[in-house]
C-alpha cells in the first residue's frame, strides 16, 4: 500500500554540528566535514516576550526548525497544519519535576508544569505564528520520526492541506541519561504540498515494507542516526542533499520499516 | 470522509470496570470520585482512582511493560469482551491492517517518579529494574497495547494533554480513507501520577471537593484515571438500531495560551464548527453535548460561550467530569464512549455535583438524566496548548 505522491518544498534542521539545512545538506554531500559540536537552538522572537523566556530547549529547537523550513517553502505558517513528533519531548522538564517530586518539598513550577505537555512545542507554534489549524504530536520511541511522515503522508492524502512536520528530540540528564542515551539534540522541519509547487525540492512516496533500515552514507554520522530519533531521517536528508533518486528505508515499528522513495524536482536541482 | 463503525467499545474508570456498571453510574447519578489519598499525595483533594490497578497482573510475556499506566489498559482491554472482537478483527483483516493509536498525556510517568526516589545514594543512578523503553516513554501505552493485541500495523501514542484520545479518532479516521489499514484500535489510558496532581495544584486549578463544572463556585478540577478502548472499522453491517457510528472530527488549535483557553472559546467553536462540516450536519441536528467541562473557571466559561455562539441556549448539555474525574488523555475516549451509551440508551446524562448553576453560562446544562432519543451526540476534548478536538457521534451515518 503506498500512499499518494507528497511534493516536499522546504526543510529545516539543527543538530550537533549543523544549524541549518545548508549546513547539513553540504555535510550530507560530503563537501564539508561533518563534526560533532553541541547543538544549538536561538531564541524564538516570533513568541512574545513573556512565552519566550519559559521555553527551553526543546520548544526552541521545534520552532526554529519550523520557521527555517517554512521560509524555505515560502509558505505561510498560519496556513499550515501541523505534525509534531518526538520521543521524550523535553528531557530537562521531566527530569526537573521528577526532582522535585522526590524531594521533601513537592511544590513544581506552574510554568514547567504546562510546558512538561509532549504538545507544549505545538502549543508555542501556534501561539508564535497564530496558526490556528490542526496540529498533532506523536510519539513513538525509536519510530516517531517514520511515524511523523506516514502521518503527514496520510493527513495530505485526506485533506489535501499543505502540512509541516517537525521531528525533535532533546537528551535527558542523569541519572534519565544513562537509561535512554541520546547523542544530542536535534530538530528537523519539512513542509510538504499534495502538488508540485515553484520550490518544490523533490517528490516523495510512503509506503510500509518489511526491510532493514538504509544507513547514513557519512559513516560518521551514523552515530547521529542511531543515537537522536529524529535524525532516523538522516537517510532521507541525505538523498535529498544529493538530489538523487531512491528508496530509502527508514527506522518504524518491528516488523515494518516506513519506505520513501524519493524523486528530485528538477527544477531546483 | 465516510462514517466508521465503532464496532466494539469498552471503558474502565472510577465508575467501574466495563459499560454496564458505567451506564449504571450514570443512570443512578453517582460519582467515583473519593477523598481517599493516591499514593503518597498529601494535597486535599478528591480523586477518580480506579479500583484494584495495583493487583493486575500482565501477561508474562509483557512483563517488561508493567506499571501502573499498562496495568490499568490491560485491566480495560478485559472488559467487554473486547479481546474477543479484536480476535475476529484480526480473522478479518490480518494483523498489519489493524493500527493502533492511544491517546497518553503521562503514560508510565508515575514509574519514573518512584524511580526518583529510589535513586543509588551514591552514584544517583536510577533502580537497575526501571524500563525506560516499556514503561516511561509515552509510546510506552501504545507498544504494550499493540503487543498484547499481537497486531502489526501503523502505531503511535498521540499525545496532546487532554485532547489526545479524541484526537486519535481522526489519526484512524485518515489511516482507513488512504487505505493503509481496514480498521483501529484506538482510545486512551492515563493514569494517576504526582505530575499531574502536584501540576494542576502548582497552577491552583485542583479542587478541594469533588469537581462542579458550570457550578456559579466551581474552583477547580479532580483528577481521574481511565482506559478506553474503541475498535473503528468501515461500516460493516448494520445490525441494529444500537450501532454507533463515528461522523465527524474537527481539531484545532488555539494559537492563544499554554494552560488557558482563549477567552471566546474561539479554538473550542473551530472544532466544533470543522466537526459539523466533515458529517455534513448542522446544530439542530445534535441532541447532546457532552462538554469538556473541566469545572475550572475559565475553561467552561469560554467552552460554554463557543456552545452557545453555535447552538443557542437550548441544546442539552453536561460535563461528566463530575462522576469521572477528569481522565486527562484518556478524557476523550471515556467520553466518546459515554456519548456512544448515551445514544444507544436514550439518555442524556446529567452533570453531578453541580449545585448551582453559573447565570453567566447560557446553556443547557443538565442536572437532571433526561430520557430523550439522542441520534447525534457531540464530545468536546481541549487541552494545554491550547489543541481542541470535537467528536460527532450518531446512531446511523448521515446520507
Not at chain 2, 46 to 61: F, K, L, R, Y
Not at chain 2, 303 to 332: M, Q
Request: net charge negative; hydrophobic share 40%; charged share 15%.
Amino acid at each position: 500500500m503506498t500512499l499518494p505522491t507528497i511534493f516536499l518544498n522546504g526543510i529545516g534542521a539543527f543538530g550537533p554540528g549543523f544549524d541549518d539545512w545548508p549546513s547539513l545538506s553540504a555535510m550530507l554531500r560530503g563537501e564539508v566535514a561533518w563534526s560533532s559540536t553541541a547543538t544549538q537552538a536561538p531564541t524564538p522572537q516570533a513568541l512574545p516576550a513573556a512565552e519566550r523566556r519559559r521555553v527551553g530547549m526543546s520548544v526552541r529547537l521545534a520552532l526554529a526548525a519550523g520557521f527555517e523550513a517554512t521560509a524555505h517553502a515560502h509558505a505561510d505558517p498560519v496556513l499550515l497544519a501541523s505534525v509534531f513528533s518526538s520521543s521524550s519531548g523535553d528531557g530537562q522538564i521531566c527530569d526537573g519535576l521528577c526532582e522535585t517530586l522526590a524531594s521533601n518539598d513537592r511544590l513544581i513550577s506552574p510554568t514547567r508544569f504546562h510546558n512538561s505537555v509532549h504538545n507544549a512545542a505545538s502549543g508555542y507554534w501556534s501561539i508564535a505564528t497564530g496558526c490556528m489549524a490542526a496540529s498533532t504530536s506523536l510519539c513513538a520511541h525509536d519510530a516517531s520520526f517514520a511515524a511523523g511522515m506516514l502521518e503527514v503522508a496520510t493527513q495530505i492524502a485526506v485533506t489535501d492541506d499543505d502540512h509541516l512536520l517537525i521531528a525533535y528530540d532533546t537528551p535527558y540528564p542523569e541519572p534519565m541519561q544513562s537509561c535512554r542515551p541520546l547523542y544530542d539534540a536535534a530538530g528537523i522541519g519539512l513542509v510538504f504540498s499534495k502538488h508540485p509547487r515553484a520550490q518544490s525540492i523533490a517528490a516523495l512516496q510512503v509506503s510500509l515494507a518489511e526491510s532493514s533500515v538504509t544507513p547514513c552514507p557519512i559513516q560518521a554520522m551514523t552515530a547521529l542516526q542511531t543515537g537522536i530519533p529524529a535524525a532516523r531521517g538522516l537517510p532521507l536528508l541525505s538523498v535529498i542533499a544529493k538530489q538523487e533518486a531512491g528508496a530509502v528505508y527508514v527506522q518504524y515499528l518491528d516488523p515494518l520499516a516506513l519506505r520513501i522513495e524519493v524523486k528530485p524536482c528538477r527544477a531546483n536541482c | 470522509m465516510q462514517p466508521l463503525q465503532l464496532s466494539a467499545f469498552t471503558v474502565t474508570s472510577c465508575l467501574g470496570h466495563g459499560l454496564e456498571p458505567t451506564l449504571k453510574a450514570l443512570r443512578e447519578k453517582r460519582s467515583g470520585l473519593s477523598g481517599r489519598r493516591f499514593e503518597t499525595v498529601t494535597l486535599d483533594t478528591w480523586t477518580g482512582e480506579v479500583a484494584g490497578v495495583d493487583d493486575v497482573i500482565i501477561p508474562a510475556a509483557l512483563s517488561s511493560f508493567d506499571c501502573r499506566n499498562n496495568r490499568l489498559a490491560w485491566l480495560g482491554l478485559q472488559g467487554d469482551d473486547f479481546l474477543g472482537r479484536i480476535r475476529d478483527a484480526v480473522a478479518r483483516y490480518g494483523t498489519e491492517r489493524i493500527g493502533v493509536f492511544l491517546g497518553t498525556s503521562t503514560s508510565g510517568m508515575l514509574q519514573v517518579e518512584q524511580a526518583y526516589r529510589h535513586r543509588d545514594p551514591m552514584t544517583g543512578a536510577l533502580p537497575a529494574d526501571f524500563n525506560y523503553h516499556h514503561t516511561h516513554n509515552s509510546f510506552s501505552v501504545t507498544n504494550f497495547v499493540r503487543q498484547a493485541l499481537a497486531l502489526r500495523g501503523p502505531a503511535f501514542v498521540v499525545s496532546t494533554a487532554c485532547s489526545s484520545s479524541a484526537k486519535v479518532f481522526g489519526n484512524a479516521q485518515r489511516m482507513i480513507a488512504a487505505g493503509l489499514i481496514d480498521a483501529a484500535v484506538v482510545g486512551g489510558v492515563d493514569s494517576l501520577c504526582l505530575t499531574t496532581l502536584y501540576g494542576f495544584h502548582s497552577l491552583q486549578l485542583l479542587a478541594n471537593q469533588p469537581c462542579r463544572p458550570f457550578d456559579a463556585a466551581r474552583d477547580g478540577l479532580s483528577i481521574g484515571e481511565a482506559a478506553a478502548f474503541v475498535l473503528l472499522e468501515r461500516v460493516q453491517q448494520r445490525t441494529g438500531n444500537n450501532d454507533i457510528y463515528l461522523l465527524g472530527v474537527g481539531e484545532s488549535s488555539d494559537a492563544h495560551h499554554m494552560s488557558s483557553p482563549h477567552p471566546q472559546g474561539l479554538g473550542a467553536r473551530r472544532a466544533i464548527e470543522m466537526a459539523l462540516e466533515q458529517a455534513a450536519l448542522c446544530p439542530a441536528d445534535v441532541d447532546y453535548i457532552n462538554l469538556h467541562g473541566t469545572a475550572t473557571r475559565n475553561n467552561d466559561a469560554a467552552e460554554a460561550l463557543a456552545i452557545e455562539a453555535l447552538f443557542g441556549p437550548d441544546t442539552p448539555c453536561s460535563s461528566t467530569k463530575g462522576a469521572t474525574g477528569h481522565t486527562l488523555g484518556a478524557a476523550g475516549g471515556v467520553e466518546a464512549i459515554i456519548c456512544a451509551l448515551s445514544i444507544q440508551h436514550d439518555l442524556a446524562p446529567a452533570g453531578v455535583n453541580t449545585q448551582t448553576l453559573d447565570p453567566e453560562l447560557h446553556v443547557n446544562y443538565l442536572r437532571t438524566n433526561r430520557e430523550t432519543k439522542i441520534d447525534c451526540a457531540l464530545s468536546n476534548s481541549f487541552g494545554f496548548g491550547g489543541t481542541n478536538c470535537s467528536l460527532l457521534l450518531g446512531r446511523m451515518p448521515a446520507t
